[in-house]
């Protein structure tokens, strides 16, 4: 049988080779893994590896939400343009910032990807700028000249922002 933490371990790969695609469950818990639970429900709440945050374990459908560094890892394991929406280069920093991506502003998104999915936000250099949520199907997001294609979660400016301020409180 399993112990606790290799079954959470087996538990989160499958999910995450099931959400974003085969291989990004090794990628993402590549390295010291660490569950935090919940202290009310002590149900599994995040996810961290070698210290950082990779993803949250989103209560009300059971789904991982990727942070930026969980995106980085899952972006080094699936080929291009799998589960990616590029946008144009005049949108890059913005969206880096934080801000959601608007149809009118993707180039390219991966005609796989559906509503609620959670999708990786690159340039067209494929260097990523952001993690969130689409909210259009990728055919949607490359036909469509308005509204909301992404909300985005975070952005790699914002993180960047973030984790600078956070070095200097200490």
Same mark, same amino acid.
């Given at each position: 049988? $399993?112990?606790? @933490?290799?079954?959470?371990?087996?538990?989160?790969?499958?999910?995450?080779?099931?959400?974003?695609?085969?291989?990004?469950?090794?990628?993402?818990?590549?390295? =010291?893994?660490?569950? =935090? $639970? %919940?202290? /009310?429900? @002590? !149900?599994?709440?995040?996810?961290?590896?070698?210290?950082?945050? &990779?993803?949250?374990?989103?209560?009300?459908?059971?789904?991982?939400?990727?942070?930026?560094?969980?995106? /980085? !890892?899952?972006?080094?394991?699936?080929?291009?343009?799998?589960?990616?929406?590029? &946008?144009? =280069?005049?949108?890059?920093?913005?969206?880096?910032?934080?801000?959601?991506? $608007?149809?009118?502003?993707?180039?390219? +998104?991966?005609?796989?990807?559906?509503?609620?999915?959670?999708?990786?936000?690159?340039?067209?250099?494929?260097?990523?700028?952001?993690?969130?949520?689409?909210?259009? %199907?990728? @055919?949607?997001?490359?036909?469509?000249? %308005?509204?909301?294609? &992404?909300? &985005?979660? %975070?952005?790699?400016?914002?993180?960047?922002?973030?984790?600078?301020? +956070?070095? =200097?409180?200490?």
């Amino acid at each position: 049988m $399993f112990t606790d @933490e290799e079954y959470l371990r087996r538990k989160v790969r499958v999910l995450a080779d099931y959400l974003f695609g085969p291989g990004a469950g090794d990628v993402l818990l590549e390295g =010291e893994v660490r569950f =935090e $639970f %919940s202290r /009310r429900t @002590e !149900r599994l709440r995040h996810i961290f590896v070698d210290g950082k945050l &990779v993803a949250t374990f989103r209560a009300h459908d059971g789904m991982l939400a990727l942070t930026i560094e969980g995106a /980085r !890892r899952v972006k080094r394991a699936l080929p291009f343009p799998k589960l990616r929406v590029v &946008v144009k =280069e005049e949108a890059s920093r913005p969206v880096a910032e934080g801000r959601s991506v $608007f149809a009118k502003h993707v180039l390219y +998104a991966d005609p796989d990807i559906r509503p609620g999915m959670d999708v990786l936000v690159v340039d067209p250099n494929d260097n990523l700028l952001a993690v969130g949520r689409a909210v259009l %199907s990728g @055919e949607e997001m490359v036909t469509f000249n %308005s509204g909301i294609a &992404v909300k &985005v979660r %975070s952005g790699i400016l914002r993180e960047k922002a973030k984790s600078k301020g +956070a070095e =200097e409180a200490q």
